[in-house]
């Protein structure tokens, strides 16, 4: 049988187990079941020190210890961007400008659609 071979992020676990981040899924192996573990280059993105980039050699029929979501871990490995209009303003909710909302009843009213106003 032939070994299973990828490329994942290697993450923080327990010393008997290797856990990988592979794309939505969080995996953790029994590390008696690794063969082989080579870095690779970290992907463009990653927050340095937060996962090792590596091509991963199982042993054909390897235990998997455990299959999750890897939800939680995308906010801590990635680097998000804001855009620059949302990262320099205050999180607030805005009133609606008073000329703006007699505007809006106006229009609906000249419809008859008075009753979509809130």
């Not at 009133?95 to 909302?101: I, Q, V």
Request: with cysteine.
């Amino acid at each position: 049988m032939n070994p299973i071979i990828f490329e994942a992020l290697l993450v923080q676990t327990q010393a008997e187990c290797l856990r990988v981040i592979l794309g939505p899924y969080c995996l953790e192996f029994a590390a008696a079941d690794v063969d082989d573990v080579q870095e690779l280059p970290p992907p463009a993105g990653l927050v340095e020190g937060s996962a090792i980039a590596a091509r991963v050699t199982l042993q054909a029929g390897a235990r998997v210890m455990r299959i999750a979501s890897a939800d939680a871990y995308h906010a801590l490995l990635w680097k998000h961007r804001l855009p620059f209009a949302l990262a320099s303003r205050p999180n607030r909710i805005f009133e609606t400008h008073e000329p703006m909302r007699r505007a809006e009843e106006a229009f609906f009213a000249a419809r008859g659609l008075r009753e979509l106003l809130p």
